[in-house]
């Protein structure tokens, strides 16, 4: 019987996962089609960027493919009366779950080995393999005749022809300074100094330089070459350093482990300067009562309460601050969500087993209509939870990427209930 369960379970799995793998994989596929496809990148660079991507897919189609596939499993079996010949067999609904919860907590491994180290593995080499593409095709981020902003700085290119950018303009922004740099051509060239940036080298160059309000005080230069430096996460998301998503989970918990002990430091010299503060407060004070006490002048006695006003007032301003590291809870969500979504698999099969049997003959027909409603609640609520988390009132990361798998998984032991029932 469980050999049986297992190989209808896996049957179920494979065309659900299936299913979502495609609609990622097509997602993917459209993104690169407008990022990579139309810039006559080889096709098989575009099949590497593609397999590079597919660890993200993969652990994402797990859970997803775990919960409709379990669906419309018991579903099917609860259509055709199979667990009613268990029962009646003397097999409870207990025992006839244990492969169904066997293959949740595998398809849960395997999705976190997915998310924790091929998802990092695969974003490296992705990274690494555009910025070979951009510096051999600049059309890649700069097209011909465009106008793209990068921050507070905007290049205006001309005519992209394989590495050669003809007639590029660049107007950079620096605090109250504009400067535009004209160039004759350029090209995209690597630096050696920095994996995390890349050079326009630019030809017959002329530069003007001015303060903001003071136009007509300007400077300008003429040289025959020149380097301008941009960083590559500027230029593109797919070329900055991997995020807290794209880290493993011990990356993840040293990174955090670290801006904590920063965050630390910074409280403590907060509350030494706070008892500075209050001793500085307490010693004017005193001051003054002892300038009363000897009758001093009203000037002194106006300037020692003056002193004491702005040492109350900076008190005051040092009590009501609050020391909150966005990165850091940013991370601590990430960190969580590491472990939360691979562990859905699990609580989806929880879910979906009693669900599946209670509805009855029409298991199967709702099955696959109650796993995409789930589906699509459930990123909902850990989007939800990454906003509430980041943003005041602030959430805390075990509850905001947690609460979607307790809320479905607390459902599919209640209904579970009621079925043995």
């Known amino acids: ?64 493919g775990a919960l409709v596939g379990a669906l419309l499993t018991v579903g099917r079996l609860s259509q055709d009366n199979e667990f009613l010949a268990m029962r009646a067999a003397g097999v409870s609904l207990a025992r006839a779950f244990i492969p169904f919860a066997v293959l949740g907590l595998a398809f849960s491994s395997v999705s976190f080995v997915m998310n924790d180290y091929f998802l990092p ?20 981020e700069l097209e011909s005749n465009s106008v793209t902003e990068y921050q507070d700085n905007i290049i205006v290119t001309g005519e992209v022809e394989g590495n050669r950018i003809n007639h590029l303009v660049i107007i950079d922004r620096d605090g109250d300074r504009d400067r535009v740099i004209l160039s ?12 995390g940036v890349v050079s326009l080298e630019l030809e017959g160059v002329t530069t003007h330089e001015a303060r903001r309000g003071q136009e007509r005080r300007y400077q300008y230069t003429r040289s025959a070459r020149m380097l301008y430096h941009i960083l590559l996460g500027d230029i593109t998301l797919a070329m900055r ?26 409280r403590r010299e907060h509350r030494r300067r706070l008892a500075d503060l209050e001793e500085r407060a307490a010693e004017q ?51 969580h969500k590491k472990f939360a979504i691979p562990f859905a698999c699990f609580v989806f099969v929880v879910f979906a087993f009693p669900v599946g049997i209670l509805g009855g003959r029409h298991g199967r027909s709702i099955g696959f209509g109650i796993g995409l409603f789930i589906a699509v609640l459930y990123w909902a609520l850990i989007l939800g939870g990454q906003t509430f988390g980041v943003e005041p009132p602030y959430v805390s990361p075990i509850l905001a990427m947690w609460f979607p798998n307790l809320l479905i998984g607390g459902v599919g032991i209640a209904v579970f209930t009621t079925a043995v029932r």
């Not at 098989?44 to 993969?58: E, K």
């Not at 593995?121 to 890649?140: C, K, M, Q, W």
């Open 241 to 266: 350093s991997p995020g807290p998503r794209e880290m493993s989970s011990y990356d993840l918990a040293q990174e955090i482990l670290q801006k904590q002990e920063r965050l630390e430091n910074e």
């Open 1 to 64: 019987m469980y050999r049986y369960l297992t190989r209808e379970f896996l049957l179920g799995f494979a065309v659900a996962f299936l299913f979502f793998f495609v609609i990622f994989f097509v997602n993917q596929l459209l993104l690169l089609a407008e990022d990579i496809l139309t810039k006559n990148v080889p096709l098989a660079d575009v099949a590497r960027l593609v397999l590079y991507s597919l660890p993200s897919i993969v652990a994402l189609a797990f859970p997803f």
């Open 121 to 140: 593995v695969g974003t490296i080499n992705f990274a690494r393999l555009y910025r070979e593409l951009l510096y051999s095709n600049p059309d890649l």
């Open 184 to 195: 004759r051509n350029a090209r995209l060239r690597a630096e050696a100094h920095g994996a």
């Open 285 to 335: 004070r005193e001051e003054l009562e002892a300038g009363r006490e000897r009758e001093a002048g009203d000037e002194r006695i106006a300037e020692l309460q003056q002193a004491l006003e702005r040492t109350e007032r900076e008190l005051e301003r040092g009590r009501d601050r609050t020391f909150f590291d966005r990165s850091l809870q940013l991370y601590r969500i990430e960190f």
